[in-house]
């Protein structure tokens, strides 16, 4: 699909879209007869690594059901 309907696909701008193509950290894109282009598949397994690496929707991330840590002796 072509940069504006990925941009719409993943809910963000066309310039957020080559921001993220820029820094590259955005989902995987090609260039073909100087066109940027994005595979379903690409699009899909990026929106997937985002929510895995997201505490609110990956539990073993979630700081609040990490045990507590023991308190260090204070120094006298």
Do not use: C, I
């Amino acid at each position: 699909m072509t940069l504006a309907e990925a941009a719409v696909y993943v809910r963000r701008t066309p310039k957020a879209m080559y921001n993220l193509r820029d820094r590259r950290s955005g989902p995987p894109s090609f260039r073909l007869a100087g066109r940027v282009y994005y595979r379903r598949t690409a699009l899909d397994a990026w929106l997937a690594e985002g929510e895995a690496n997201d505490s609110r929707s990956n539990l073993e991330l979630d700081p609040t059901r990490q045990p507590h840590e023991p308190r260090r002796p204070q120094p006298r």
